[in-house]
Nanobody, 118 residues
Framework: QVQLVESGGGLVQAGGSLRLSCAAS????????MGWYRQAPGKQRELVAD???????NYVDSVRGRFTISRDNGQNTVYLQMNSLKPEDTAVYYC????????????WGRGTQVTVSS
């Protein structure tokens, strides 16, 4: 069974940094596009950043220049380095991956809470 498990969330002061990790486990052939999404209370889930298997990246405007998405294909892990955090970055952060196994489909992690205090 394929799973995505996030880690690295927590409470940080404004201006601080956190690094999120998302590890894929189970039996699969490859990870295609991987992404980080977030959902704040009362708001819709939004894409924060994603990265292709070749390393091309995409960011939402509100985090560009502050967040960096990267991946380690050998470790089947994707990271989100978050710097200069702001209170408006507070949300549950979810990892999503397009994973090739017997079928190709999207998987979601359960999420990790990021809270930025002012």
């Amino acid at each position: 069974q394929v799973q995505l498990v996030e880690s690295g969330g927590g409470l940080v002061q404004a201006g601080g940094s956190l690094r999120l990790s998302c590890a894929a486990s189970g039996i699969f052939f490859s990870l295609n596009r991987m992404g980080w999404y977030r959902q704040a209370p009362g708001k819709q889930r939004e894409l924060v950043a994603d990265i292709t298997s070749g390393g091309s990246t995409n960011y939402v405007d509100s985090v560009r220049g502050r967040f960096t998405i990267s991946r380690d294909n050998g470790q089947n892990t994707v990271y989100l380095q978050m710097n200069s955090l702001k209170p408006e970055d507070t949300a549950v952060y979810y990892c999503k991956g397009t994973i090739v196994s017997l079928t190709t489909r999207d998987y979601w992690g359960r999420g990790t809470q990021v809270t930025v205090s002012s």
